[in-house]
């Protein structure tokens, strides 16, 4: 009697998968989508003024530069987010604030 009731019961192709049981999970996808927005190519206007951790690259707000001193042509690395005065080594001119 075991033999007629397997003979009797339809068994699936692959496995448990489209049993009652045990439902195909990838039988029906939706159509895809087009996203509104363009990953691998970011608008650099919009980059710039993400967070500096939020960015495709991460990179820094800051910098340093290198500024010439008006009186003696003496060239100074100077930070750009200084929060002190910055003064030319040989003349003692104010370079920055």
């Not at 448990?16 to 691998?40: E, N």
Request: proline share 10%; aromatic share 8%.
């Amino acid at each position: 009697w075991l033999k007629q009731l397997k003979a009797a019961r339809p068994r699936p192709k692959h496995g448990f998968a489209g049993t009652a049981r045990f439902p195909p999970v990838f039988a029906q996808r939706p159509p895809s989508t087009a996203m509104d927005i363009d990953l691998l190519n970011p608008d650099p206007k919009e980059e710039r003024t993400k967070h500096k951790l939020k960015r495709m690259i991460q990179s820094p707000n800051s910098f340093f530069m290198d500024v010439k001193c008006p009186g003696c042509l003496q060239i100074t690395t100077v930070y750009s987010h200084a929060q002190t005065v910055v003064l030319c080594g040989n003349c003692n001119q104010m370079l920055c604030q």
